[in-house]
């Protein structure tokens, strides 16, 4: 009679468990994680569109007649591209890059794109990872992602280290979406560590912008490089807070709303203490800037604002039961709002 008694009173906790985790997580809304940072300036984040262009310039087989008009003034000289590498050439050991020599803006810039769906080798760079596999400079980094920026560096430091010599005046940026958001990110780590190899770069000279990036780095490595690497993300996506094992996110894509709704209830019910005590776990790197551009309980997209913070408590900690967080980690869409935010503050700036 006990038992049976029991039954009702375990589903009654139950159902009340899970509609406590429904309603905190129908209230975290990704405006939460950055509501106390501080605001972007238009300097600091000007270098966004442009970049994000670049990045799309990789995708492009004919860059005089591109398929992705820019919606800004923002467009690529397809004279400064001085060097292109695709799947066969980098042995997919690394996504396709470009080196772009940027004299308007007296810039030196590798970019490299995003996942390929369709590429093997794009896979195995992701999916190679074990937590704590790897150390790197008294932290832990992604060991794929680590392997793929080794080969970069060791690809093309010489002819980097030409282009810094002959242009001692230029600054250095390494840009990259997605997967590339990764590799960039490790590579610079890199770099700042063989500084005498790149020509002696000083290494306020060298700038990385990680766009909607993989979480590739330890905590401790995420803030010290905060003065060179900086992550854009945009709203609610998935990618930069996703701390499950990738390998899994990409062997359930059939079923990816499930295992996103399995992650948010891990997340939720994992106690944030013991998560962030962990030196091994893996964070999105650097300067974090938050382009937050919906409201919890509105309807429609507003004005762009962009956030920023150096977080040494944690960042992205959970996933937000979104529509759009996939749609938020397409480039496009990260172009198009970081070029809306910038008007809206030059427009502020010209009225004032």
Same mark, same amino acid.
């Given at each position: 009679?006990?038992?049976? %008694?029991?039954?009702?009173?375990?589903?009654?906790?139950? %159902?009340?468990? %899970?509609?406590?985790? !429904?309603?905190?997580?129908?209230?975290?809304?990704?405006?939460?994680?950055?509501?106390?940072? *501080?605001?972007?300036? !238009?300097? +600091?984040?000007?270098?966004?569109?442009?970049?994000? &262009?670049? @990045?799309?310039?990789? #995708?492009?087989?004919?860059?005089?007649?591109?398929?992705? +008009?820019?919606?800004?003034?923002?467009? @690529?000289?397809?004279?400064?591209? $001085?060097? &292109?590498?695709?799947?066969?050439?980098?042995?997919?050991?690394?996504?396709?890059?470009?080196?772009?020599?940027?004299?308007?803006?007296?810039? $030196?810039?590798?970019?490299?794109? *995003?996942?390929?769906?369709?590429?093997?080798?794009?896979?195995?760079?992701?999916?190679?990872?074990?937590?704590?596999?790897?150390?790197?400079?008294?932290?832990?980094?992604?060991?794929?992602?680590?392997?793929?920026?080794?080969? !970069?560096?060791?690809?093309?430091? +010489?002819?980097?280290?030409?282009?810094?010599?002959?242009?001692?005046?230029?600054?250095?940026?390494?840009?990259?979406?997605?997967?590339?958001?990764?590799?960039?990110?490790?590579? !610079?780590?890199?770099?700042?560590?063989?500084?005498?190899?790149?020509?002696?770069?000083?290494?306020?000279? $060298?700038?990385?912008?990680? $766009?909607?990036?993989?979480?590739?780095?330890?905590?401790?490595?995420?803030?010290?490089?905060?003065?060179?690497?900086?992550?854009?993300?945009?709203?609610?996506?998935?990618?930069?807070?996703?701390?499950?094992?990738?390998?899994?996110?990409?062997?359930?894509?059939?079923?990816?709303?499930?295992?996103?709704?399995?992650?948010?209830?891990?997340?939720?019910?994992?106690?944030?203490?013991?998560?962030?005590?962990?030196?091994?776990?893996? #964070?999105?790197?650097?300067?974090?800037?938050?382009?937050?551009?919906?409201?919890?309980? &509105?309807?429609?997209?507003?004005?762009?604002?962009?956030?920023?913070?150096?977080?040494?408590?944690?960042?992205? +900690?959970?996933?937000?039961?979104?529509?759009?967080?996939?749609?938020?980690?397409?480039?496009?869409?990260?172009?198009?709002?970081?070029?809306?935010?910038?008007?809206?503050?030059?427009?502020?700036?010209?009225?004032?």
């Amino acid at each position: 009679m006990s038992i049976v %008694c029991g039954i009702p009173l375990l589903e009654c906790v139950y %159902c009340l468990a %899970c509609a406590r985790w !429904v309603w905190k997580k129908c209230l975290y809304t990704a405006g939460h994680e950055s509501e106390n940072w *501080g605001l972007a300036t !238009v300097e +600091e984040f000007m270098p966004v569109p442009q970049l994000c &262009r670049l @990045i799309l310039a990789v #995708y492009e087989d004919d860059l005089r007649n591109p398929i992705w +008009e820019p919606p800004g003034g923002y467009r @690529i000289n397809p004279d400064w591209v $001085i060097l &292109r590498k695709n799947y066969e050439e980098t042995q997919c050991r690394v996504p396709p890059y470009l080196i772009y020599l940027d004299h308007k803006n007296t810039d $030196i810039v590798l970019a490299i794109r *995003g996942l390929n769906l369709a590429k093997e080798g794009d896979y195995a760079i992701l999916l190679d990872n074990k937590l704590g596999q790897t150390k790197f400079d008294g932290g832990y980094v992604h060991n794929g992602l680590l392997k793929a920026a080794r080969w !970069v560096f060791d690809a093309e430091c +010489e002819f980097l280290r030409g282009l810094v010599e002959r242009n001692p005046d230029y600054t250095l940026t390494f840009a990259g979406h997605s997967l590339g958001a990764g590799v960039v990110a490790l590579l !610079v780590l890199i770099v700042v560590q063989n500084l005498d190899k790149l020509g002696n770069i000083e290494r306020n000279k $060298i700038r990385c912008f990680a $766009i909607a990036p993989t979480r590739c780095m330890s905590l401790n490595l995420a803030v010290r490089y905060a003065d060179v690497i900086n992550s854009v993300v945009l709203q609610d996506d998935f990618l930069p807070r996703t701390t499950m094992a990738l390998e899994d996110v990409f062997k359930s894509l059939i079923c990816l709303p499930c295992l996103l709704c399995l992650m948010c209830l891990k997340d939720t019910c994992t106690l944030e203490e013991k998560m962030l005590k962990d030196p091994r776990r893996l #964070y999105a790197p650097g300067r974090l800037y938050h382009i937050v551009e919906r409201k919890p309980l &509105r309807i429609g997209r507003f004005p762009p604002v962009v956030r920023t913070a150096v977080p040494v408590d944690g960042r992205f +900690e959970h996933l937000v039961l979104s529509c759009n967080l996939t749609a938020d980690h397409a480039i496009i869409w990260i172009e198009r709002e970081s070029e809306k935010a910038l008007d809206k503050e030059n427009l502020k700036r010209h009225l004032m």
